[in-house]
């Protein structure tokens, strides 16, 4: 799911799409084994290539809040269990 933030809201710059991947990590009825791991793989890949153009352009408060985003998001929670679970 891709949501749309504003995030220069004041001073009416452009909105970006950051990528939310919204898994129910609390909810008792999901599987590990049906879980699309591509489409977790890729919006995780898109916030580090996103979080990477920012520091490159001296975007820094733009790069500190995707390097937030990023922390926190249930995909990279997913993906880390992952590899650390499975020896990748």
């Known amino acids: 799911m891709v949501t749309d933030i504003d995030a ?3 001073t009416g710059a ?3 799409r950051f990528p939310q991947f919204n898994f ?3 909810d008792p009825n999901w599987v590990w084994e049906k879980v699309y ?3 977790i793989e890729s919006s995780v890949d898109n916030l580090h290539s996103l979080l990477y153009k920012a520091f490159k352009a001296g975007r820094f408060n733009m790069a500190r809040k995707l390097g937030k985003l990023l922390l926190r998001s249930s995909g990279n ?3 880390n269990v992952r590899r ?3 020896d990748r």
């Open 8 to 10: 220069l809201s004041n």
């Open 14 to 16: 452009r909105a970006y």
């Open 24 to 26: 129910p990590l609390k």
């Open 37 to 39: 791991w591509r489409k």
């Open 77 to 79: 929670i997913l993906l």
């Open 84 to 86: 650390v679970t499975q």
